[in-house]
């Protein structure tokens, strides 16, 4: 679906298995449409024997920008290419980041404003893979866990925390019980605690904070069971 306004980002593994034969460079994937390249990122071999440079341009016709940095064969990289309208002409904001951390939007490696936009920003409506130049003669690569996002933490694998276990419940007064156990993840948001009289009939109670183990319960009826 094309987009009207914002940011839109793509990641993936990138494993490069073999060099390409020329250290011109070629772009080997993009957003864009069925006629128009925008944000292409950009491969080519290194001056320093079996490595290699990425790169980003803001269209396949414009000057690409190299990251500083030799990439290694048959090695695992984290990228994310971005584009982001900015209204006007000639100042859309075509950015990558190598092996980003975190949820939060870094300092992107590469940062290119100048230059001719895409035509028409919503008509960019896919991800295109491109092995067709002769610059990426011998080039073969691996790609996995692909992403489109409009926003940073959308381009996040979903973890599930793992559910607590070892739940202990102590009388620390006629009205009140203890509550403690053992938290088995790292990031949840919180715990949510729920009572039932009847073990079916569940009603929330509160929320305590990520990487709370004990929950003292108050205001309890005293030889009632929970």
């Not at 320093?48 to 990425?54: F, L």
């Not at 939007?105 to 919503?122: H, M, Q, R, Y």
């Not at 305590?208 to 309890?220: E, I, K, M, Q």
Request: net charge negative.
């Amino acid at each position: 679906t094309g987009q009207t306004a914002g940011t839109v980002y793509v990641s993936f593994i990138l494993n490069v298995t073999s060099l390409p034969d020329s250290s011109d460079g070629d772009y080997f994937i993009f957003m864009g449409n069925a006629t128009a390249v925008a944000s292409p990122v950009y491969i080519k071999t290194s001056a320093t024997a079996g490595k290699y440079n990425i790169g980003l341009g803001k269209r396949n016709n414009l000057a690409a920008t190299w990251i500083d940095q030799d990439l290694d064969l048959n090695t695992s990289y984290y990228l994310v290419f971005a584009i982001t309208y900015v209204d006007g002409t000639k100042n859309d904001i075509c950015n990558l980041w190598l092996n980003p951390a975190g949820t939060t939007e870094p300092t992107p490696d590469i940062s290119i404003s100048t230059g001719a936009d895409l035509n028409v920003f919503a008509n960019m409506n896919r991800v295109i893979f491109n092995h067709s130049g002769d610059e990426n003669a011998g080039l073969k690569m691996n790609i996995d866990e692909l992403r489109v996002s409009t926003d940073w933490y959308g381009l996040s694998p979903v973890i599930v925390p793992l559910a607590p276990t070892e739940l202990t419940a102590a009388t620390a007064s006629p009205t009140s019980i203890d509550l403690s156990w053992t938290d088995n993840s790292g990031n949840e948001t919180g715990f949510e605690m729920d009572r039932a009289p009847d073990g079916t009939t569940f009603t929330s109670l509160t929320t305590v904070a990520a990487n709370t183990t004990p929950y003292t319960h108050t205001g309890l009826a005293s030889s009632t069971h929970y």
